[in-house]
């Protein structure tokens, strides 16, 4: 897998947008970029994914940079059930398989 | 759908006990796998298989056997349980990961195991 760093934690106001970056300078080109978040150590739960172009759905949006070493998750109204782990994930079809190799994550607080 | 189930939610061994945690997914999934949680951590791999009679070691495979005998079940078996494998289990299946098409992988809620 492409090796991705996060922030350990974020802190962002409720209703506010949360911006959550997420560096992976070594990706190789088939290299999807999936965000994944967990909430309370309950099963973690699939957001959003993209390979290249920007990316939106109704959970929330993913801006890539057009040389693809770091991205960026926008939840654009954050509730307080967005409080969650939120992992930013590059699996490599070669060696892994594929599978998803989970980092220690970001920790959004949304606060009132 | 009921998704991914895993069954039991809670566990207590003692040490040096065996056991089966079970994993269901009805959604025709090919790939299947384990990972366990320790507390302030992420997610760690543990076996994975991309489809019935295939398994393969993920990053901390040792004290775990895995089978695949049909699509639809993974269960994990404990030979011998100590105290560091106290954790949280999840399972998960997706279609099989590849290059070319979005492969969401979906969770189930998680085995909470406590070895004394």
């Known amino acids: 897998d492409a090796k991705t760093t996060q922030p350990p934690s974020m802190d962002c106001a409720e209703g506010r947008a949360a911006n959550l970056p997420c560096n992976h300078s070594?990706?190789?080109?088939?290299?999807?970029v999936y965000w994944y978040r967990q909430i309370h150590s309950q099963g973690p739960q699939y957001i959003i994914h993209g390979l290249k172009n920007n990316e939106t759905n109704e959970m929330a949006s993913l801006i890539i940079t057009e040389d693809r070493k770091s991205s960026t998750l926008i939840l654009p109204h954050a509730t307080l059930r967005d409080t969650a782990v939120y992992y930013c994930?590059?699996?490599?079809?070669?060696?892994?398989?594929?599978?998803?190799?989970f980092g220690k994550g970001t920790k959004l607080s949304v606060k009132p | 759908n009921a998704g991914v189930t895993q069954t039991p939610k809670f566990q207590v061994l003692k040490t040096g006990q065996s056991m089966t945690l079970q994993c269901a997914q009805d959604?025709?999934?090919?790939?299947m796998s384990w990972y366990r949680q320790d507390p302030g951590m992420g997610l760690r791999l543990i076996h994975y298989?991309?489809?019935?009679?295939?398994?393969d070691q993920g990053e901390v495979p040792n004290g775990y056997n895995v089978s695949r005998s049909t699509t639809e079940d993974f269960p994990l078996r404990l030979l011998s349980a100590a105290p560091s494998q106290t954790s949280v289990y999840f399972c998960?299946?997706?279609?099989?990961?590849?290059?070319?098409?979005?492969?969401?992988?979906?969770f189930g809620q998680g085995t909470r195991l406590t070895v004394v």
């Open positions: 998960a299946s997706s279609t099989r990961p590849n290059s070319i098409k979005n492969t969401e992988a979906f």
């Open positions: 298989s991309v489809g019935a009679g295939i398994t």
């Open positions: 070594t990706i190789s080109g088939n290299e999807y």
């Open positions: 994930i590059a699996p490599n079809y070669g060696g892994s398989q594929g599978n998803l190799i």
């Open positions: 959604m025709n999934h090919e790939y």
